[in-house]
């Protein structure tokens, strides 16, 4: 597991705007209610304040309890992405950490297949999981030719077609991430 060994002003965390930008898409889907956010970390307060416009509740997840801790008020379920039960949520977002030693910084962002836990151990996770599920993917995906060929290879090896959604962020609207949809209802 890819765990923060940073202080926590060091690590990345989600951006109010992407959390609202996601939020939207999930309410658009209609029949979401109930989230799962694996890998939350610190995020876990921007992403209720976002889903809560919409009606949906949001449960973080993370394998470091240091995240629990620290906002003792949300809703949790502790341990690895990879193994916790799926069961009673309408969608499920996949967002491991995307930058070496999860400092968000661009110069330490990874490219698709270096992120761990990996996008393809996860999907091969899910068994009968009948939901959304949203693979969020490092803002460079699509950035050189090497992150696309990575991009489409991922792409290719999902159960059912999927199309990127880009969020962006800042007054230069800066790519930070790119959720892929699956309808796996």
Request: overall charge neutral; proline content about 6%; glycine content about 10%.
């Given at each position: 597991?890819?765990?923060?060994?940073?202080?926590?002003?060091?690590t990345a965390s989600t951006q109010e705007e992407c959390a609202l930008q996601r939020a939207l898409c999930m309410a658009g889907i209609g029949s979401v209610r109930r989230?799962?956010?694996?890998?939350?970390?610190?995020?876990?307060?921007?992403?209720?304040?976002?889903?809560?416009?919409?009606?949906?509740?949001?449960?973080?997840?993370?394998?470091?309890?240091?995240?629990?801790?620290s906002y003792p008020g949300g809703k949790w379920l502790m341990g690895d992405?990879?193994?916790v039960p799926l069961a009673g949520f309408d969608a499920v977002v996949f967002a491991p950490p995307m930058s070496r030693g999860c400092t968000g910084r661009r110069e330490d962002s990874l490219m698709v297949w270096e992120v761990e836990p990996g996008y393809l151990d996860f999907v091969a996770r899910l068994g009968s999981f009948k939901g959304i599920?949203?693979?969020?993917?490092?803002?460079?995906?699509?950035?050189?030719?090497?992150?696309?060929?990575?991009?489409?290879?991922?792409?290719?090896?999902?159960?059912?077609?999927?199309?990127?959604v880009t969020l962006?962020?800042?007054?230069?609207?800066?790519?930070?991430?790119?959720d892929l949809y699956l309808d796996l209802r």
């Amino acid at each position: 597991m890819n765990l923060a060994i940073f202080s926590d002003d060091l690590t990345a965390s989600t951006q109010e705007e992407c959390a609202l930008q996601r939020a939207l898409c999930m309410a658009g889907i209609g029949s979401v209610r109930r989230v799962l956010e694996l890998c939350a970390g610190p995020s876990l307060p921007t992403f209720e304040r976002a889903y809560a416009h919409h009606g949906i509740s949001v449960t973080g997840n993370d394998i470091d309890s240091r995240w629990q801790r620290s906002y003792p008020g949300g809703k949790w379920l502790m341990g690895d992405a990879l193994t916790v039960p799926l069961a009673g949520f309408d969608a499920v977002v996949f967002a491991p950490p995307m930058s070496r030693g999860c400092t968000g910084r661009r110069e330490d962002s990874l490219m698709v297949w270096e992120v761990e836990p990996g996008y393809l151990d996860f999907v091969a996770r899910l068994g009968s999981f009948k939901g959304i599920v949203v693979l969020v993917l490092p803002g460079r995906a699509l950035a050189t030719r090497d992150d696309r060929t990575q991009f489409y290879e991922l792409q290719a090896r999902l159960p059912v077609p999927s199309c990127p959604v880009t969020l962006r962020a800042g007054h230069k609207g800066i790519a930070k991430y790119h959720d892929l949809y699956l309808d796996l209802r």
